[in-house]
């Protein structure tokens, strides 16, 4: 036993076998946290009847009826009109939070202005503010603008900088950033307009994509705020229209909605396999420098 110890054996038995566990236990969690996903993936194949009668995640019989009968969508529109509807409305939520947040970060990051420190402070506060303390001020507010049941009171304030946690976000990576830059173009007669553009903007790529992919995935999931402001069923994106295959006396359309549930989650997952590098790079690196 003591030779074994000696020669390293017994430490790499264990080192092994530790190894293996954390690998169990890891499996294991996935399998809990991708089961329910599964089950609704497979339902979306079963008749409406067989879906909470047959706990199997086998169906015994393969229908693509949900998917025909989702897609058709409710009150003449299609589901293809609540992807589109969800696609602009977030793509102009990034793109408003891109030039805002951005702006405001260099400011706060590389300005020098009067009060900066006590605005960033007032800035970081806004985070622990509870969104339910400003929605009836803003509701009031945007109803008395006529801006209910449409797309302003949802996208408008992005191109504010109201998102204080994107602004914190980008203003500490840019932080890591060396000044040098700064120094070398203003040798070269560059102005902060064009320190912001051609300097900046390049350089803080991994923060924007990781401010992009957040505001994606929020913006995307979103439905307090899509059900505060809009009514119209034209203009509903897709969380609001998931919605609409429940009934409240009970006439529930499951398969139809565990199809387009499947549909809808598609473009969530694809924004974050194929942006995740820039995911990671952009919070590990906006946390270096404080």
């Given at each position: 036993?003591?030779?074994?110890?000696?020669?390293?054996?017994?430490?790499?038995?264990?080192?092994?076998?530790?190894?293996?566990?954390?690998?169990?236990?890891?499996?294991?969690?996935?399998?809990?946290?991708?089961?329910?996903?599964?089950?609704?993936?497979?339902?979306?194949?079963?008749?409406?009847?067989?879906?909470?009668?047959?706990?199997?995640?086998?169906?015994?019989?393969?229908?693509?009826?949900?998917?025909?009968?989702g897609w058709a969508g409710l009150s003449g529109v299609t589901f293809g009109q609540f992807f589109l509807n969800t696609?602009?409305?977030?793509?102009?939520?990034?793109?408003?939070?891109?030039?805002?947040?951005?702006?405001?970060?260099?400011?706060?990051?590389?300005?020098?202005?009067?009060?900066?420190?006590?605005?960033?402070?007032?800035?970081?506060?806004?985070?622990?503010?509870?969104?339910?303390?400003?929605?009836?001020?803003?509701?009031?507010?945007?109803n008395k603008f006529g801006w209910i049941n449409t797309y302003l009171p949802l996208i408008l304030p992005k191109f504010?900088?109201?998102?204080?946690?994107?602004?914190?976000?980008?203003?500490?990576?840019?932080?890591?950033?060396?000044?040098?830059?700064?120094?070398?173009?203003?040798?070269?007669?560059?102005?902060?307009?064009?320190?912001?553009?051609?300097?900046?903007?390049?350089?803080?790529?991994?923060?924007?994509?990781?401010?992009?992919?957040?505001?994606?995935?929020?913006?995307?999931?979103?439905?307090?705020?899509?059900?505060?402001?809009?009514?119209?069923?034209?203009?509903?994106?897709?969380?609001?229209?998931?919605?609409?295959?429940?009934?409240?006396?009970?006439?529930?359309?499951?398969?139809?909605?565990?199809?387009?549930?499947?549909?809808?989650?598609?473009?969530?997952?694809?924004?974050?396999?194929?942006?995740?590098?820039?995911?990671?790079?952009?919070?590990?690196?906006?946390?270096?420098?404080?």
């Amino acid at each position: 036993m003591g030779l074994l110890s000696r020669i390293g054996v017994i430490p790499l038995v264990k080192s092994r076998a530790s190894h293996y566990a954390l690998h169990v236990c890891i499996i294991a969690g996935c399998v809990i946290m991708i089961y329910p996903l599964l089950w609704m993936f497979i339902s979306s194949f079963k008749e409406n009847t067989e879906i909470f009668t047959n706990t199997s995640l086998i169906p015994s019989k393969i229908t693509f009826e949900n998917y025909k009968q989702g897609w058709a969508g409710l009150s003449g529109v299609t589901f293809g009109q609540f992807f589109l509807n969800t696609f602009f409305l977030v793509a102009m939520c990034i793109i408003g939070n891109l030039i805002s947040c951005s702006m405001a970060a260099y400011a706060f990051g590389r300005l020098h202005f009067f009060l900066k420190q006590a605005f960033f402070a007032i800035m970081l506060m806004t985070l622990m503010l509870p969104f339910h303390v400003t929605v009836i001020p803003q509701y009031i507010m945007f109803n008395k603008f006529g801006w209910i049941n449409t797309y302003l009171p949802l996208i408008l304030p992005k191109f504010l900088g109201v998102e204080a946690f994107f602004i914190f976000l980008i203003v500490q990576f840019i932080r890591s950033l060396p000044r040098e830059l700064d120094q070398a173009a203003e040798i070269d007669g560059c102005g902060p307009i064009k320190m912001y553009w051609y300097i900046m903007i390049p350089l803080t790529v991994p923060a924007l994509m990781t401010t992009s992919i957040f505001t994606f995935i929020w913006t995307w999931n979103d439905f307090f705020s899509q059900l505060l402001y809009i009514s119209d069923i034209q203009l509903f994106p897709i969380a609001l229209a998931l919605r609409m295959f429940t009934d409240s006396m009970g006439d529930n359309s499951w398969g139809a909605l565990f199809a387009m549930s499947i549909l809808s989650l598609i473009p969530v997952f694809a924004m974050f396999i194929f942006f995740q590098r820039y995911l990671i790079e952009g919070i590990s690196t906006g946390g270096l420098k404080g």
